[in-house]
């Protein structure tokens, strides 16, 4: 069982280049979610989803796109990398609505725009 | 905006002895949960309490939640290398047609032999 899988494991992009950090869980759970952390900020929401077809804005949210055609996979895109998207992504899921459940996360994604 | 504050930033004690981490937030919650992160790895869910919980225990965990107070701690008994990790409070709140989680900054915990 292989829980919250995350690639790849680390990047390094120039700015302006796109990406799509990619996620995918094989518990069935409905509630996934996309997180950055930054040094000092703790984990900032991005976007997150409840279920296939939906999507939602996080608290940070800009310059990163998401969809949700399937329970298992929820990708975020990078549209034109940033320095300022240099970050660790952590991807999450849980089994119903977020908050009230525990949640699952992947090991992360270390980007790097140089 | 982070919603959640941990108390310390940083923490260094001996094994054997008990850690103790506090979390303040700032508006009202649903519940609260513990997560544990290693160096380098993602997070791990360690315990939630619910707003209208007082104290919650799992194994060497011991949290309670004082929601007049907006405070919450997390207390490690025995400690030991092991623990050494980063742990973060994240405060629930049900919003509209989803919940959101809003995760603080985090202490990090070293447990030296």
């Known amino acids: 069982n292989a829980g919250v899988t995350q690639t790849p494991k680390f990047q390094v992009l120039k700015t302006g280049q796109s990406m799509t950090l990619q996620c995918a869980q094989d518990?069935?759970?409905?509630?996934m979610s996309w997180y950055r952390q930054d040094p000092g900020m703790g984990l900032r929401l991005i976007h997150y989803?409840?279920?296939?077809?939906?999507?939602d804005q996080g608290e940070v949210p800009n310059g990163y796109n998401v969809s949700r055609s399937t329970t298992e996979d929820f990708p975020l895109r990078l549209l034109s990398a940033a320095p300022s998207q240099t970050s660790v992504y952590f991807c999450?899921?849980?089994?119903?609505?977020?908050?009230?459940?525990?949640?699952?996360f992947g090991d992360g994604t270390r980007l790097s725009i140089l | 905006s982070q919603q959640g504050e941990e108390d310390p930033q940083a923490l260094s004690i001996q094994e054997g002895e008990n850690a103790t981490m506090n979390c303040s937030y700032k508006?009202?919650?649903?519940?609260l949960q513990w997560y544990r992160q290693n160096s380098g790895r993602g997070l791990v869910h360690l315990i939630l309490?619910?707003?209208?919980?007082r104290e919650k225990h799992s194994g060497r965990l011991r949290v309670t939640l004082d929601t007049s107070k907006k405070s919450s701690s997390l207390l490690i008994t025995a400690s030991r290398a092991a623990d050494t990790a980063s742990y973060f409070c994240?405060?629930?709140?049900?919003?509209?047609?989803?919940?959101?989680?809003?995760f603080g900054t985090g202490t990090r915990l070293q447990v030296t032999l």
């Open positions: 999450a899921s849980s089994a119903l609505r977020g908050a009230n459940q525990p949640q699952h």
């Open positions: 518990m069935n759970h409905e509630y």
């Open positions: 989803s409840v279920g296939a077809g939906i999507t």
């Open positions: 508006t009202s919650i649903n519940n």
């Open positions: 309490i619910r707003s209208n919980e």
């Open positions: 994240a405060t629930g709140k049900n919003t509209g047609t989803a919940s959101k989680l809003t």
